[in-house]
């Protein structure tokens, strides 16, 4: 064997025998030898051959650099670096003396001329004796925010660690604190999202753990915490909510405001939504049952506990008349953004703003400010008087008004007075909008090119039947809903125009069918009302959902606006020392067309010029030539009554509502005033509109609409299909199951030929009486909202 056959034979993992030579052949039967040194060297090639191993390839650069042991010692060596960093941390920053009453600082709240509104600061605080909390009241703040209070070294690693990262990586928001770190967050910094901070906080709570008992730990958390109400600490909190000293809450009341510091503003029973209240709710049993599971309750007790609703609110002091509305609109709009901008959660939020020397100028303009003010006081609130009509105690009044070009709030009607009466009603969403919802209806479907029942399109001229409590149908079959028209008004076939000059139910709940409820809610939705948790049925057609003045007044806007989105914004600029908030423009994209939008406004001209707000609006001698589109509304029971309007350079949307004095439930405004009769009906064509008229005109010049139309009673009248109905039996007071006659039908083809009669002029129809009411009366139904008798 040659040595190239040797190697290869080795690299093979064996060895191939020497040729023997024939002389070396051993006999049959025997084992051929070979001689003694060529075994010797044969052994000792096998060795080698069996000790060879396949050649190792060559590492690449990535395995050179990134070894186990590199690594390894990299990750220590970052671990040592960690510890080193931060042993000269603990040993740098010293715990502060804290003072955080001398930290808070007014807020500075001016008109958007620089003049100042008002200055909120003076702070609501008393430090009590943490003898003086009862101990179960104690023991619900560790059960709501740290269960594990009493036996952890006072910092959550973990979750400090994730705030870390989360502001790292710009999420902003914190992972999660203990209850020392909130309180040296509350008491010794403050509410900033950044790393220096957040180590600041993890340091100072170590220490301030090691030098400080438990308890003093726990006083100072409940005593600098931020309840909301302008109330700080829990003896200012249990006066604000409870009207009693700290140390006579209950357990069940000082679980309600262990649960409070969460969301102060949103938790608030008398200002929160009804998602607000049911998530209070949800941590309040959270709080007790975190009770119950350590042993601090019994289970006995606490199923005995019943919510504890709090009182009503008070206003803060230097905040009367409508400052106090203004001030809490500003500072919920700052919070928001720094919300969004920052990461902020609710708490934090409100924490940042409320006393914190921030100078923020509003969009409020001083001139139409007074204007609107007096305008209310003149046509509605010097006409109440409690002592002599119960219900005039229950009228509430609130109006928001909005450039439409720039989006800004330039006045605002909160309520009679915000110590008075502490909800703003310019801003509370729990009053159905009643028939100012319709407007959108039309938009829907203009926008989206929809056609009715029998396939023609759906425009300002397109007639439906009037006919009150005529059953709606989608596709031939009834949907089980047949709304009432005004005062059970038959109107007969009448064109769109006509219909929301009316405000006739049943022309509208048809269209809703026609149109699709979900691409009305859809079209909603992108105008700016909040339709979350809102379904999509036809009863929402007749404004069946909450509203609020700022809310309608915004949608409103963006019809003016040409369908560009309005989203009104009180504030104009928020600055703090060398800080300034951005604040985003309150003008959106197109949201639906110009078209759809300027047609919706040519019909609402038609609402003032030959409709519900005629009377208040158009015929108003205050008028100076402005042009004005418009819708009224008028609720379920008369609980609430709107006009909102607007004229080419101002929107304004006034609601007036029935609130109980004593329990806030929602009642009838009907006898309101008791003028011109007693015992009418508060309609939105009414107060409402008399209201705007006296406001609008006072501060707005002669101005003309710039549409892209061909529609609706602003243009120039065109010739519109008239249409006899067929004779019909007198309508049932509910849906049937039969089929809808051929009167019945959404529309039909004329059967006359065309005639002049403009659109904005109305059909002779019998006038609605005041002396004697239908058999069935509109006002006393149900809350059903399939069975809305007064939806005008």
Known sequence: MGRAEE???RQRGGHRAAPRSRSSEAPAGQTPQAPPAQQAQQAQQ??????????????????RLFTWKKILGTFLGFCLLCIGGFFVLYMLVDVPSGNPAAKRQSNVYKFSDGTILARDGKVNREIVDLTKVPRKVQLTFVAAENKSFYSDPGIDFRGTARGLINTLSGKGKQGGSTITQQYVKNFYLNQDQTVTRKLRELVISLKV????????????????????????????????????????LSVSQGAYLASLLQAPSQYDWAVASDTGKRLVKARWNYVLNNMVE?????????????????????????????????VELANHQLEKQL????GLNQSQAEAAVVDQGWTITLNIDRKKQDALEKAVKAELTSKLDAKKRKVDGNVQAGAVSVDPKTGKIVALYGGIDYYKHYISNATRPDFQPASTFKPLILAAALEDDAKTQDGKEITADTVYSGKSRRPVVDNGTKVGFAPPNEDDQNYGPITVQTAMNKSVNSVFAQMGVDVGMDNVMSTAKKLGMDTKGMQAVPAQT???????????AGIYATFDNHGYKVTPSIVKSAEKKNRTVDIPNPIGGSVISRTAADTVTSVLTGVVNDGTASTSVAKNSLRDGQQVAGKTGTSDENRSAWFTGYTPDLVTSVGLFGEDKKTQNHVSLKGATGLPVPGLRVNGGGYPAKIWAAYTFGVTDKAKFDLNTTQGAAVEPTDIPSWTEKPSETPSQTPTSQSPTPSDTPTQSPTQPPTTQPPTQPPTTRPPTTTSPPATPTDGVTDDPLNPADQQ
């Open 46 to 63: 096998g060795r080698r051959a069996k000790s060879a191993k396949p050649a190792k390839p060559a590492k690449s650069w990535i395995r």
């Open 209 to 248: 753990e090691r030098e400080t008992s438990k308890d003093d730990i726990l006083a100072g958390y409940i005593n600098t915490s931020y309840y909301g109400r302008n109330a700080y600490g829990i003896q200012a909190a249990a006066q604000a909510y409870y009207r009693v000293d700290a140390q006579k």
């Open 339 to 342: 919300m969004e901008s920052e």
């Open 542 to 552: 007749l404004g069946s959902m909450g509203a609020s003045p700022l809310e309608m």
């Open 7 to 9: 190697r290869r034979a």
């Open 294 to 326: 350590e042993g601090w309750l019994t289970k006995a007790k606490r199923d005995a506990m019943t919510f504890p609703y709090p009182k009503a609110p008070k206003g803060a002091p230097g905040l009367e008349g409508q400052k106090g509305y203004l």
